[in-house]
Structure formats: structure tokens, C-alpha cells
């Protein structure tokens, strides 16, 4: 099971063009995984600091690895909304939201809804630029894999990235930043759905630490924000920001090493401390904004 994977966003390549309509670690199944190529990072030799931003499998094969296995396709965006986004801020948000839906269907084995949802990527990919990238023969690979939830994760995954490598070498910035904020606050919302509060629940604990990522992706929004669709959306994310930074921080406890495994725990340093009060606020506050980009009311 792959843990995670990284794109990374380089601040030196990260220009605005056009408007906004214009970490992976995995066993080896080599006779059951689909054997196509999904690059973990794109990094760009022109500078070496970069915004690093999950792809929207990241938290949901998390959640997954620690034992949700949800197959409930009712907080998903319908496949029929596509046809109400008409706008280019609406095309660019939805593809990303409805990657990060193909992505879940994919990690949690709901095979016959990832078929529904790969056309619907693939018409909103062409109509924003990126039908180069959504190529028609993945369908056939989503058909053959169909039983094999880690091949059809390395297709999504491969979908996603390719998407956004296209996008960022055809300099659509906007349309870029749009498509990351749809299909990061997507992957957000459908983890709150799945996970009730606990406290040191490992979900929670992850979800807050999800403020770090958000920081980041504002930091990438700076540089498209003459963009009113940027604006607009880097607004909507500090909005959810501010809810972020209510959580306090404590002292993480002193690392030590158990007797009987031997095993070293590390820690130490600041971690956040999220209460039940900060994680519904939080929770709302996401649903609310991904039920305005999808116009879900």
C-alpha cells in the first residue's frame, strides 16, 4: 500500500498567464499492480525551495491503511452536477474535485463508480487544456483492474499528476492553483465525513496537521492572486485558515525507547492539540466551501 505522494510547486516557475479557465513508499505486488508510471514529485532545477501539496489520495489511502474501509459514494459529488459548470473558475475547481472522487472510488474498491466518474474527469480535463494528459485507452486500464484497488490508484494518481504537469508546462497557472484547491479540499471534506472526533485519534491528528498544507497552498495562491478566480478562492482559503490557527500547540513528549520492543519512539518539539470545538468548526467550515465550488446546497 503506497503511503504517500508529493508534487511539489516551485516558486520560481509559479507565474501567472492566463485566467483560471484557460510520497510514495509501496510493497512490492508486482503481479497485481497495473504497471504504469506515476512520477512522485516534479521538481524544477531553477530553485530549491518548493510548495509541497498531497495529491487527493494521500489522506484517503491514510485513512484507509488504518482501517476505514467506507464504500458510502453519498458525499461524493454527483457525476450529474458536471453539466452545471459553466464558468472556467467552475471547470477548473470541479476537476479537481471530481479527481479526488475518482481517487476514493479507486482506494476504497467502489470499481463501478470510479467507471462513472473517469468520463466526467476526462470531458471537464479537455475543456480546461489538459485532454492531452486523459488519454481514452485509461479507460480500458480502469476496466482491466477493476478487482485490483491498488492498480486503479496508481491510474487516478497517474490521471491527477499528469493533469497537473500539463498544466504547469503550458504556464496556465490559475487554472493550476484551481485544480489544487479543488482536489485538496475535496480529499478534506471526504475525510471529515468519515472520521468522527477522538481525542489522539490518528485521523484528527492528521486532519489538523492538514493546517501546514493549507499554509502552503495559500503561499502558492500569492503568486496567481492578480487573478480574480485565485483571489477569490486563496479568500476562501483563509477563511479556513483562520479556524486552523485556533488550534493550540503543546510540547510533544520527550522521545524515549519502549523495553520491549526496543523500539525508539522520536518526538519532542510543538504539535497541535485539536479539541472537538476546533475540529467541528474546522469541519464546517470545509463543507462549506466545497459545497459552494461544487454548488451543492
Request: aromatic share 8%; net charge negative.
Amino acid at each position: 500500500m503506497k503511503k504517500s505522494i508529493l508534487f511539489c510547486l516551485s516558486i520560481a516557475t509559479a507565474v501567472s498567464f492566463t485566467s483560471c479557465g484557460n510520497d510514495s513508499d509501496k510493497t512490492d505486488e508486482t503481479e497485481n499492480i497495473d504497471t504504469a508510471k506515476v512520477d512522485e514529485t516534479k521538481v524544477s532545477p531553477i530553485s530549491e525551495t518548493f510548495f509541497q501539496v498531497p495529491s487527493p489520495g494521500e489522506m484517503l489511502t491514510f485513512i484507509k491503511m488504518i482501517g476505514n474501509t467506507s464504500k458510502d459514494t453519498k458525499m461524493l459529488n454527483p457525476a450529474s452536477n458536471a453539466k452545471n459548470y459553466s464558468d472556467a473558475k467552475a471547470k477548473a475547481l470541479n476537476f479537481g474535485i471530481y479527481s479526488c472522487d475518482l481517487s476514493y472510488c479507486s482506494i476504497f474498491e467502489i470499481g463501478a463508480e470510479a467507471l462513472k466518474y473517469f468520463p466526467v474527469v476526462k470531458n471537464l480535463g479537455d475543456q480546461i487544456g489538459v485532454s492531452t494528459a486523459i488519454k481514452p485507452e485509461i479507460l480500458k486500464r480502469l476496466q482491466e483492474n477493476l478487482g485490483k484497488p491498488d492498480s486503479l490508484a496508481l491510474i487516478t494518481d497517474d490521471i491527477y499528476f499528469s493533469s497537473f504537469e500539463t498544466l504547469e508546462d503550458s504556464k496556465q497557472g490559475p487554472t493550476l492553483a484551481c485544480v489544487v484547491a479543488g482536489g485538496w479540499i475535496e480529499s478534506i471534506y471526504i475525510a471529515t465525513q468519515l472520521a468522527q472526533y477522538k481525542a489522539n485519534s490518528p485521523i484528527i491528528d492528521r486532519l489538523a496537521d492538514q493546517k501546514y498544507t493549507l499554509e502552503n497552498i495559500i503561499e502558492f495562491f500569492k503568486k496567481h492572486e492578480s487573478d480574480p478566480n485565485v483571489a477569490a478562492v486563496k479568500a476562501d482559503f483563509e477563511g479556513l485558515l483562520a479556524e486552523f490557527n485556533k488550534i493550540a500547540e503543546k510540547e510533544a513528549e520527550a522521545s524515549k525507547q519502549t523495553e520491549a520492543s526496543k523500539t525508539k519512539i522520536l518526538a519532542g518539539g510543538k504539535q497541535l492539540n485539536i479539541t472537538e470545538e476546533n475540529y467541528n468548526a474546522i469541519k464546517e467550515k470545509i463543507k462549506s466551501i466545497r459545497n459552494g465550488y461544487a454548488q451543492i446546497k
